[in-house]
């Protein structure tokens, strides 16, 4: 498998299925927010996903391994990130359902059509641009930031993308959830179900995990909080997620 890396680059175990990633731990590596957002998310056998800023490929990668997914396509903007996370999908084999697209996530109705994905998964850029102190490494910055591509970009494309019916999963920050769900309703995807998530049980919740559907009917179901930690332990369903062995026995 060494054969897949490059100068400064390393192999991790994802612990699941035997699939692997490629990392640059220099540059810009994955966190717990995509791998909730990959159990987050549900799809139906025989399924078209689309990833948008799909980075290092990690969520492509999982859902390859959690659902029955027909074709996963991940699209990222950055021509070295997206080479890698295509390294990261020929050496786990996946390369008959995964594929990635090293483009703007704005071009993906040009490039795959209208109304052609069932589903769409996007662990976008948090911060608004100008907000905040950006990374000076690039591609650090392009991930957090919304330089390339902004909140109201992921919704209008993912609309455009999904069938009628069709799912948008998305993991973001709760202090921009009014102008998620502002930004959901302007282009038809309704709100269907949020999950907050908490490092500890006392604590505010850090993440939201949105599943929206276009052309759904009103009707927002809260489902219960994910808490990650037990002071500095992982609570059970985090062990679940990651697949952690002392869980299994």
Known sequence: MTDFLKSGERIDDLQFKGLKIIQNPQGFCFGIDAVLLSSFVQVKKGSKVADLGCGTGIISILLSGKTEAASITGMEIQP????????????????????????????????????????????????????????PDNAKAISRHEILCSL???????????????????????????????????????????????????????????EALRGGNPHLKIDKPLIIYDGEAYMEEIKKIYNIEDYLV
């Open 152 to 210: 109201e970009d992921i919704v209008r494309v993912s609309r455009d993308l999904l069938k009628p019916g069709g799912k948008l999963f998305m993991v973001h920050r709760p202090d921009r959830l009014t102008d998620i769900i502002y930004g959901l309703r302007n282009y038809k995807l309704e709100p269907k179900k949020i999950r907050f998530v908490h490092s500890q049980i006392s604590t505010p919740p850090n993440l939201v995990l949105i």
């Open 80 to 135: 070295d990130v997206a080479e890698m996370a295509d390294r990261s999908v020929q050496m786990n084999g996946i390369q008959d359902r995964v594929r990635i697209v090293n483009a703007d996530l704005k071009q993906a109705p040009e490039l795959f059509g209208l109304s052609s994905m069932d589903a769409v998964v996007t662990n976008p850029p948090y911060r608004t641009k100008g907000c905040g102190m950006v990374n």
